[in-house]
């Protein structure tokens, strides 16, 4: 393992309505799409597309346009624009993949709460529908540039944009899962269920869980959508050979959950961080042969290595989005960041470390 060599920093412009909505200082997932970085904040229900100033020596990705996910697919909550607390991206072929959190979270006690209505508002637990969403967009070259839309004809084939139905919905299928079944009702923040990552492989879909973390062991889901035939907004779960519609992959992690996931060839790069409520530490991990595990596994000794520990704030600098920069590099953004990412003149700054 090594610490982390700072290769060089980015800074990533926003526009004033996201700036306003803090979500430059709220970002949950990050990946690099050629002459483009994909965003997402925790807050709200758009993805974010930032462009690259020099492709031969990005020094700042701005330019922003903003994609509200309503346009695409029909979100499960009454109000489209409420959060969707977006903590996953990938890029993969011809798509650009989305999962939010799946999270249940906890109302927080603030200064000026004292006494029972602190404990009242502890005590208050809420879930959000658009939280609970896997989206596949269609991406198409517009002007040079990688960008969504709703339907497309790509080498032939007619694909829309899809979203995962409620006859697949995660929770629901969750419900009866000896490991993370009991852990449904408990906010994604008390080590609750809460997805914070997604990477795609050729047809699978691999999905980060920061909690549960049970006696130390991390999970991953697996799943393996397709587009219904005879509703091809949404996506479907193909069944393993178990019959379950997922597969639980179970990691050693040190007791640090998983923050992102990024592909590296037939590997995984983990972000992991604290499930709780905590600073550190915070590492990335290598899956060695994750893209062509053929059962669940138990992912421990010589199947996973700890590739780079981070630095990390007091209160702020939360490592949140992993992406791959060429073959040796990744990108990383933080949430909350410390005051010296913020510049004077409005960016936020993030991270270009060498891997080892």
Not at 55 to 66: C, L
Request: aromatic letters at 6%.
């Amino acid at each position: 393992m090594s610490f982390m060599t700072l290769e060089h920093t980015v800074r990533l412009r926003f526009g004033d309505v996201s700036r306003t909505a803090a979500t430059h200082t709220n970002l949950s997932a990050v990946r690099l799409d050629g002459p483009v970085l994909w965003i997402a904040g925790d807050e709200t229900a758009t993805l974010e597309r930032l462009i690259v100033d020099d492709p031969a020596q990005p020094t700042e990705f701005g330019d922003e346009r903003s994609f509200r996910l309503a346009d695409f697919v029909d979100l499960p909550g009454v109000d489209a624009d409420e959060e969707a607390d977006v903590e996953g991206l990938a890029r993969t072929g011809h798509f650009l993949w989305a999962v939010g959190s799946h999270s249940l979270r906890r109302k927080q006690i603030k200064e000026r709460h004292e006494g029972a209505r602190a404990l009242k508002r502890l005590a208050r637990v809420e879930g959000q529908d658009n939280r609970q969403i896997l989206v596949r967009l269609p991406i198409v070259d517009v002007d040079g540039l990688p960008t969504p839309v709703r339907e497309a004809t790509i080498d032939g084939v007619r694909h829309r944009a899809a979203a995962l139905g409620k006859r697949d919905a995660l929770r629901t299928l969750l419900r009866s899962d000896e490991h993370l079944g009991p852990f449904l009702g408990i906010p994604g923040k008390d080590n609750g269920l809460d997805i914070e990552g997604i990477a795609v492989r050729g047809g699978r879909v691999y999905l980060g869980l920061r909690g549960p973390v049970l006696r130390g062991w991390a999970f991953v889901l697996e799943l393996r959508p397709y587009v219904d035939e005879d509703d091809p907004d949404r996506l479907r779960l193909t069944p393993f050979p178990d019959g379950k519609l997922y597969r639980k992959h179970v990691l050693d992690l040190d007791g640090l959950g998983v923050r992102d996931l990024c592909p590296h060839g037939d590997d995984l790069l983990i972000l992991a961080g604290p499930t709780m409520d905590l600073d550190g530490p915070v590492r990335i991990y290598r899956w060695h042969g994750a893209a062509v595990a053929e059962e669940p596994i138990i992912v421990r000794s010589d199947l996973i290595s700890r590739e780079l520990e981070l630095t990390y704030g007091e209160g702020d600098d939360h490592a949140e989005g992993l992406s791959l920069v060429g073959d040796d590099r990744v990108l990383v953004v933080y949430d909350s960041p410390a005051p010296i990412r913020l510049t004077t003149d409005g960016a936020v700054v993030a991270d270009v470390l060498k891997l080892p």
